[in-house]
């Protein structure tokens, strides 16, 4: 089975632009999180999406938004970039969003992530 | 709020030397516990966790002891080896679902 699967892997835009990220969830996922990992740093919690809804939103500007479709795929947009976003943008999916974190396997799997470079 | 706090990084070891990375949290009541690993070039991989307090997890001869009394969950290993070279994140969920807190990251560089 495929695992999550992020496009682009690389991207490089200009300050002021904007950028769409998309992912694709395991097979039988229906929840996305969305984390932003600045070099040298832990991934911050942006969003998450359930069943097309947004379920949660991390501290980060409006210029983040982000939606998921009718087959559980998303999209993460951020509009007027700034240097500051440069970063790698991970795509997290899971079952659901209540799956208890204690399970035994890892209900967040995680793509390879979409390394964004704002020049 | 809840946190996690790594000891910082780079961590340079020989190869078959022993390995500790500190993990400490602050969070309300006792949440389950995660060490995660993230290779060059690739996305987080769950490494172990631990559901309680006193729990042991372990895999991949990587051990990590929850312990409530100091609050911390540190990463160990006997014996490393060069393909253990990776960045490694300690977390914490909060709230509901599937929404972590990481720390932020102790590289682990394994020489032969």
């Known amino acids: 089975d495929a695992g999550v699967t992020q496009s682009p892997t690389h991207l490089i835009k200009t300050r002021g632009q904007h950028v769409t990220l998309r992912c694709s969830p395991i097979?039988?996922?229906?929840?996305v999180s969305w984390y932003q990992q600045v070099l040298g740093q832990g991934p911050q919690f942006i969003f998450q999406y359930y069943e097309k809804e947004e379920r949660g939103r991390g501290n980060f500007p409006d210029r983040f938004s982000a939606r998921q479709f009718p087959n559980y795929s998303s999209e993460l947009n951020v509009n007027a970039l700034l240097l500051g976003d440069s970063a790698l943008y991970l795509c997290?999916?899971?079952?659901?969003?209540?799956?208890?974190?204690?399970?035994?396997?890892?209900?967040?799997?995680f793509g390879n992530g979409t390394r964004l470079t704002v020049t | 709020g809840d946190s996690v706090t790594q000891m910082e990084g780079p961590v340079t070891l020989s190869e078959e030397a022993f390995l500790t990375i500190n993990c400490t949290y602050t969070?309300?009541?006792?949440?389950?516990l995660f060490w995660y690993v993230q290779y060059p070039g690739e996305g987080l991989q769950l490494l172990l966790k631990a559901t309680k307090a006193d729990d042991k997890g372990s895999n991949k001869g990587f051990e990590a002891t929850y312990r409530k009394e100091t609050t911390s969950f540190h990463l160990e290993k006997g014996s490393v080896q060069v393909s253990d070279s990776a960045v490694y994140f300690c977390a914490l969920p909060y709230n509901q679902g599937g929404k972590l807190i990481f720390g932020q990251g102790t590289e682990l560089s394994v020489k032969p």
């Open positions: 997290a999916s899971s079952l659901d969003p209540t799956a208890q974190l204690s399970s035994y396997n890892s209900p967040l799997h």
């Open positions: 097979s039988g996922h229906k929840s």
């Open positions: 969070a309300t009541g006792y949440p389950s």
